[in-house]
Each structure stands twice: as C-alpha cells, then as structure tokens.
C-alpha cells in the first residue's frame, strides 16, 4: 500500500478522533468511497461534511510533505504550458511557480515517484512537491486549462450560421464567395483565438488538418501533436483562405502548395 493509499485509510479516524467528524457521517463517505473509488477526503470536502483545509492539514502531515493554500496562487499562463492538460487532469497535477531551475507542483499524491520522474522529464526542471486538497485541486485544474478551449468553442458556437453557408462554396467557384466569409468575423475571431491560444501553451506550430469526413486542429507543444478542436468540415475555404490572407498568400490558388 503507497503512503497516500495509508494516509486516507487512517484519515476518517484522525477527523473523528479530533472531533471534524461523526462515526455516521464517515460511514456514508467510505460507503461512496468504497462504490466511487475517489479518495475519501476529495468525498468529505465535496460533500461539505469536512473544511477540505483540515483535510489538507492532516493528509500532509500524514505523507510528511508541505501542503499549499492554492487561495493564494495565481497561475501564469507560461508555467501553466509546462505542463501538458491531459496529463494535468489525469494525473490532478497543477504547475503553481517556478523560481530558478525549482518547479512548484500541486499534487494529489505528492509520493508518486514514477509520476514525479515523468514531470521532470517533461519540465526539465527540478520538482518541488505539494500537496493540496483534491477537490479544490480538480477545479483549479479545470478552470486554467478549460478557459482557453471554452473560449474557442464559444467563438465555433457563433459560426453555427456561418458553416451553412460555406458550405455552398466549391473549387469550381467564384472566390468571391470566399472572400465575403473571411470577412465575417466570426472566422476572424477564430483564427485569431487559435493563434493567441498556441502561444500561451508555447505550440511551436499550428496544424489544420483537414480529411475526407472531418477537419481538426492540432499544436505541436513540446515535441508532440495535441488536438484541440474539430470545426465543421464546411468551413474548410473559409478558415483556410483566412490564413492564406494573413500569410499574404494567393486565395485562389488551390492547386499546389505556397
């Protein structure tokens, strides 16, 4: 059994025993515990029956680590890039400050040493880890890495209306049709919150891909490929004659690469 596995398994008898807690009150949280398999104090603090900070102090002085209060971190967009989103929420790892070569790490089980020599692998910094409170930790990670993609999928909301018109538009067509979508600016917005997008995770490229059924948009961060977003496929001419008009590049020219 790993420390943390310990550290939650005693943790309902520490709350009662300091009296944070009820005999029956944690009977109903191991019994959702027990079916839900999340850890008993993300349970006692989501369901409100315990202040999620006691559950913190406790829990750390259990693992022996340093806890953090993440009510007094603001997380910079450019150390929130060190560390990819699908592995943030899989692993309820949040990047908090970095000062030098030392990288802060709020985590849910800060005795993860296989996950801590993956995190420095990918950083390339050296870790210092913290426990926090999982609860609070999910939302935080939600919050941070969500903003961005929330905001783009509003911005593809808004082109609903849009996507039934190009539609109509061919390679057989006038580009004027095309031309009069790209300045709808609703595919401005898009372009624009793409490209603003990349650079606060550090893409060092943008991908539109674009297949038989389906369109997608991938960045490339840190070596490896990450989809973002699948448009509708019929706004295929006008997002890419958007980037060919930022590019400075020739709109009707679809026959051979520029």
């Known amino acids: 059994m790993t420390p943390a596995a310990l550290a939650t398994d005693r943790l ?18 191991l019994t959702e515990h027990r079916s839900s398999g999340m850890p008993l104090g993300f349970i006692l603090a989501k369901q409100g029956l315990v202040p999620e900070v006691e559950v913190t102090r406790i829990v750390a002085r259990q693992l022996r680590v340093p806890a953090v209060d993440l009510s007094r971190f603001e997380v910079d967009a ?80 808004d082109m609903e209306g849009l996507a039934e018109d190009v539609e109509v538009v061919s390679d057989a067509e006038d580009e004027t ?14 372009i624009n919150g793409l490209l603003t997008d990349a650079v606060q995770r550090g ?34 001419a006008a997002l890419i004659s958007r980037v060919k008009i930022l590019s400075q590049l020739n709109i009707a020219e679809r026959r051979v690469p520029q």
Do not use: C, W
């Open 12 to 29: 309902g008898d520490i709350l009662v025993k300091e009296g944070l807690l009820s005999r029956e009150k944690l009977s109903q949280a």
């Open 177 to 190: 049709a095309s031309q009069v979508q790209i300045d709808d600016a609703p595919v401005v917005k898009l």
């Open 203 to 236: 893409a060092s490229d943008i991908h539109l891909e674009s297949f038989e059924h389906e369109m997608r948009v991938r960045y490339r961060v840190d070596g490896v490929l990450l989809e973002v977003m699948k448009p509708p496929l019929r706004m295929k």
């Open 78 to 157: 450019k150390i929130l890039k060190l560390i990819p989103a699908e592995l943030a929420k899989r692993h309820i790892v949040l990047p908090l400050k970095r000062e030098g070569r030392t990288l802060t790490v709020a985590m849910s089980n800060p005795t993860d040493q296989v996950l801590l020599q993956e995190l420095r692998f990918i950083t390339r910094y050296d870790l210092f880890p913290v426990f926090a409170g999982e609860f609070t930790l999910r939302g935080l990670i939600d919050k941070y890495y969500d903003a961005s993609d929330q905001q783009l999928q509003s911005i593809l909301k």
